[in-house]
């Protein structure tokens, strides 16, 4: 009898299973289209020669890589991205983490009002909220007048990486709470109540169940705030008043203002391959931490 269940049991599993394939056709379909063939055609590009007069000759070349890697502002360009991403990932994580928590913690009335008053913001544009970080930011705006009457002084936040910082932290706060939220919901309260049952005090019993287990919901939270941080446009252009130029600006301005098709692909490789090992280097360590706080 549990041979003919164990039988029928497999059949279905072997019927389901072209079905389930099948479901993934139109997603495979779609990032083949407008993902792997457009990186495919500019991995192309960025090993064609750049005429005086056109986009590109057909012509085999590395010139683009030797330029893109060996000149320095290039470089320093690439440092401020990655810390400013690096940064404002900190900035969500410390603010987001308090935000989930109460979130998850809360009576089920409370709840709904925090869960509308985290995703409110995506509701607008970022180039509507840009715009209005720019107002509150300015010379003559609020957060500036404050900072005057209370001071004397003039802050000058338009401009300047803490500018575009404080606009970064505002977008992707919302993406690092309803990341950590979604791992902290998982978490059985059984299991405080009995760290707390046998004497952890409420510092001990975060510090030993519940920040181990929401881990995976940091690293998601921290991982998708680093990937839209880092490849950012709309809020550095606009907050950082074209004076601090980073990676993503860069390269449109190579693509379209220098019309240098073959270098702006060749530095959108380089972005490329640096991000990928930035996060790859990113999951191993949360890896290891992960299995460290279980042990």
Avoid at 39 to 47: A, C, E, G, Q, T
Avoid at 120 to 142: D, E, H, N
């Amino acid at each position: 009898m549990e041979v003919l269940e164990t039988s029928s049991s497999g059949r279905r599993a072997a019927i389901r299973r072209p079905a389930t394939g099948l479901l993934i056709l139109p997603t495979l379909l779609l990032l083949l289209v407008f993902f792997v063939v457009p990186y495919l055609n500019m991995v192309r590009m960025s090993f064609l020669v750049k005429p005086s007069v056109g986009a590109y000759l057909p012509v085999f070349t590395v010139h683009n890589y030797v330029q893109a890697v060996w000149d320095e502002f290039h470089w320093r360009v690439l440092y401020r991205t990655f810390w400013l991403a690096g940064l404002t990932t900190v900035l969500t994580l410390l603010l987001g983490y308090p935000l989930a928590y109460h979130l998850t913690y809360a009576p089920p009335r409370r709840k709904r009002w925090l869960l509308m008053l985290i995703i409110s913001p995506l509701l607008v544009s970022v180039v509507v909220r840009g715009f209005a970080w720019l107002i509150l930011l300015g010379r003559v705006g609020l957060v500036n007048q404050a900072v005057h009457w209370l001071t004397g002084r003039e802050l000058i936040l338009i401009g300047t990486p803490a500018g575009i910082v404080v606009g970064l932290v505002h977008v992707f706060v919302p993406f690092m709470a309803l990341s950590v939220a979604g791992a902290l919901q998982n978490i059985s309260p059984d299991l405080v109540q009995a760290a707390r049952s046998l004497g952890a005090s409420p510092w001990q019993a975060f510090r030993r169940v519940i920040w181990p287990l929401s881990l995976p919901g940091v690293q998601a939270g921290a991982l998708l705030v680093f990937v839209l941080a880092v490849s950012s446009y709309v809020i550095p252009i606009l907050l950082g008043a074209s004076n601090i130029i980073v990676m993503p600006m860069l390269i449109v301005q190579t693509l379209l203002d220098a019309f240098n098709w073959p270098l702006g692909s060749a530095l959108s490789m380089v972005f490329f391959g640096l991000t990928a090992t930035v996060v790859a280097l990113f999951l191993r360590a949360m890896g290891r931490a992960m299995r460290w706080t279980r042990a």
